[in-house]
């Protein structure tokens, strides 16, 4: 590994985690001061959050509900504890077995008192156990997001639902009230977790002697994302680093691509090996005098389509976490490289009040132009790709297509509609926000704060539709 680290080997990783640890530090005390005041009164009538207090669901219908019970355990970020969990949908229990459960994400479960969580179904001698929750394919890994900062609580169901109509396998989702140890939580999102599988991101399985030939070529997972769950930190084991800095970014940051599967523990050195080098060789090829030529330049590496949707789902929702952080690639065997599945967009469509998270009128992808110094940059692809007129005229045609239809003014408002109408008839707004009393006052990274949750909602629907008509331009003029 030395010479394919060169320079970028175990004390870059080292320092790279060092520096990132320090980042987390500095934001999670400047979040938990606004967390502090989040939870206090003041006289302007802002109602304090109290995150014990038991909510009494209202009278009528209600969304599939979720009870867990954690056996007199408190549930933690690793491992996993036992628990019991039952879910009733239209008033008849359709699961109640054994599950272990954890408190999920990275920055979310440290700036918020409603936590996400991520579970395992088990069976009665406590193993693994594939189900079909509420109607979607069995597995046995489960999520269940749990919406704050979004007071709208659509947007990631939103994102979701607009990759899966775009031809992407995307996360199903299905809104739901939780309840733990008999303490109501509030709304929450049921979603599938990124899995290599036959009903999720389907590609091949690798085994461990696929190390040769046409076997060794897929199917990978890789990821870029912050290195909470890879272990003790980023190394050659878990990781690769590129050797192309990131533009603009004034802290000597770097690109480091984490094996996501098969797991870090599981991949074996010629399986490494393989991705790392394929992963490269686009990515020098890209940065290559002949990029454009079908042969030599990038596009014998990815498949152009899949960028090209991604790109416009992350521009669509101005993502300021896009493209840097919870980015997933994959590679099927014999395939073409692929971006996907999209994961994380809580803080998209205009719900960041940094590095122009709440704008409609900046390009997501030119992150690192108005924050340098932040540690998570963006990689440089897609100013190059954006340098190829074929790549451009690819993009044009397929967000021309997209506007007719899919992505039509109406077909997103409609889309909002029916999440706000399911959780209105269920009492589900008033249940949540009972629980979390939180209009009025500004919850990290808010670029709005509503009043209300009319105000969140028609909030979402008139930046929806800026950006989309400030996209309208901006493509047009690439």
Same mark, same amino acid.
């Given at each position: 590994?030395?010479?394919?680290?060169?320079?970028?080997?175990?004390?870059?990783?080292?320092?790279?985690?060092?520096?990132?640890?320090?980042?987390?530090?500095?934001?999670?005390?400047?979040?938990?001061?606004?967390?502090?005041?989040?939870?206090?009164?003041?006289?302007?009538?802002?109602?304090?959050?109290?995150?014990?207090?038991?909510?009494?669901?209202?009278?009528?219908?209600?969304?599939?509900?979720?009870?867990?019970?954690?056996?007199?355990?408190?549930?933690?970020?690793?491992?996993?504890?036992?628990?019991?969990?039952?879910?009733?949908?239209?008033?008849?229990?359709?699961?109640?077995?054994?599950?272990?459960?954890?408190?999920?994400?990275?920055?979310?479960?440290?700036?918020?008192?409603?936590?996400?969580?991520?579970?395992?179904?088990?069976?009665?001698?406590?193993?693994?156990?594939?189900?079909?929750?509420?109607?979607?394919?069995?597995?046995?890994?489960?999520?269940?997001?749990?919406?704050?900062?979004?007071?709208?609580?659509?947007?990631?169901?939103?994102?979701?639902?607009?990759?899966?109509?775009?031809?992407? $396998? +995307?996360?199903?989702?299905?809104?739901?009230?939780? !309840?733990?140890?008999?303490? *109501?939580?509030?709304? /929450? &999102? #049921?979603?599938?977790?990124?899995?290599?599988?036959?009903?999720?991101?389907?590609?091949?399985?690798?085994?461990?002697?696929?190390?040769?030939?046409?076997?060794?070529?897929?199917?990978?997972?890789?990821?870029?994302?912050?290195?909470?769950?890879?272990?003790?930190?980023?190394?050659?084991?878990?990781?690769?680093?590129?050797?192309?800095?990131?533009?603009?970014?004034?802290?000597?940051?770097?690109?480091?691509?984490? $094996? +996501?599967?098969?797991?870090?523990?599981?991949?074996? !050195?010629?399986?490494?090996? *393989?991705?790392?080098? /394929? &992963? #490269?060789?686009?990515?020098?090829?890209?940065?290559?005098?002949?990029?454009?030529?079908?042969?030599?330049?990038?596009?014998?590496?990815?498949?152009?389509?899949?960028?090209?949707?991604?790109?416009?789902?992350?521009?669509?929702?101005?993502?300021?976490?896009?493209?840097?952080?919870?980015?997933?690639?994959?590679?099927?065997?014999?395939?073409?490289?692929?971006?996907?599945?999209?994961?994380?967009?809580?803080?998209?469509?205009?719900?960041?009040?940094?590095?122009?998270?709440? !704008?409609?009128?900046?390009?997501?992808?030119?992150?690192?132009?108005?924050?340098?110094?932040?540690?998570?940059?963006?990689?440089?692809?897609?100013?190059?790709?954006?340098?190829?007129?074929?790549?451009?005229?690819?993009?044009?045609?397929?967000?021309?297509?997209?506007?007719?239809?899919?992505?039509?003014?109406?077909?997103?408002?409609?889309?909002?509609?029916?999440?706000?109408?399911?959780?209105?008839?269920?009492?589900?707004?008033?249940?949540?926000?009972?629980?979390?009393?939180?209009?009025?006052?500004?919850?990290?990274?808010?670029?709005?704060?509503?009043?209300?949750?009319?105000?969140?909602?028609?909030?979402?629907?008139?930046?929806?539709?800026?950006?989309?008509?400030?996209?309208?331009?901006?493509?047009?003029?690439?």
């Amino acid at each position: 590994m030395k010479n394919r680290f060169g320079i970028f080997g175990k004390n870059c990783f080292s320092m790279n985690y060092k520096f990132q640890m320090f980042k987390i530090q500095y934001r999670l005390l400047l979040v938990l001061f606004t967390t502090l005041i989040v939870g206090c009164s003041n006289d302007d009538g802002n109602i304090s959050v109290d995150p014990d207090k038991e909510t009494e669901i209202p009278d009528g219908d209600r969304l599939p509900s979720v009870s867990i019970n954690t056996l007199g355990g408190s549930i933690v970020d690793e491992p996993k504890i036992d628990a019991l969990m039952t879910i009733t949908e239209d008033g008849t229990i359709t699961f109640d077995g054994n599950i272990a459960i954890e408190i999920r994400g990275s920055s979310s479960q440290f700036f918020f008192p409603k936590k996400s969580y991520g579970f395992e179904t088990r069976d009665a001698s406590n193993e693994d156990l594939d189900v079909a929750l509420m109607g979607f394919p069995e597995e046995e890994d489960w999520i269940l997001h749990g919406p704050f900062s979004d007071k709208s609580l659509v947007r990631n169901k939103l994102i979701f639902d607009l990759a899966r109509d775009f031809g992407m $396998y +995307a996360s199903r989702t299905k809104f739901t009230d939780v !309840s733990i140890n008999d303490d *109501y939580q509030g709304v /929450y &999102v #049921l979603m599938e977790k990124i899995k290599r599988d036959s009903v999720r991101l389907d590609i091949s399985k690798l085994k461990i002697d696929d190390n040769l030939g046409e076997e060794l070529t897929g199917g990978y997972i890789l990821k870029i994302d912050k290195s909470t769950g890879a272990g003790s930190g980023l190394s050659s084991m878990n990781s690769f680093i590129s050797p192309h800095a990131p533009l603009s970014g004034n802290s000597g940051q770097t690109i480091v691509y984490q $094996y +996501a599967y098969p797991k870090p523990d599981e991949i074996t !050195s010629e399986q490494r090996a *393989y991705i790392t080098d /394929y &992963v #490269l060789g686009f990515e020098n090829a890209l940065a290559a005098d002949t990029f454009t030529d079908p042969t030599l330049g990038y596009s014998s590496y990815i498949d152009v389509a899949s960028f090209i949707d991604f790109f416009i789902l992350n521009e669509l929702s101005n993502n300021v976490d896009g493209y840097r952080l919870s980015t997933y690639l994959h590679k099927d065997k014999n395939e073409k490289l692929r971006m996907g599945p999209i994961w994380d967009f809580n803080l998209a469509f205009g719900n960041a009040d940094y590095c122009s998270g709440g !704008s409609t009128q900046v390009w997501a992808y030119r992150f690192n132009e108005r924050c340098p110094g932040d540690f998570w940059q963006v990689p440089f692809w897609w100013d190059r790709l954006l340098q190829d007129p074929e790549f451009v005229s690819q993009l044009k045609a397929r967000w021309t297509a997209l506007r007719s239809g899919i992505l039509a003014d109406g077909n997103i408002h409609n889309k909002v509609d029916s999440y706000v109408a399911n959780l209105e008839t269920t009492n589900a707004i008033e249940s949540n926000f009972q629980k979390w009393n939180i209009f009025g006052t500004y919850v990290w990274p808010n670029n709005y704060v509503g009043a209300s949750y009319s105000d969140e909602v028609d909030y979402l629907r008139t930046w929806i539709d800026n950006r989309l008509w400030w996209l309208d331009g901006s493509i047009e003029a690439l």
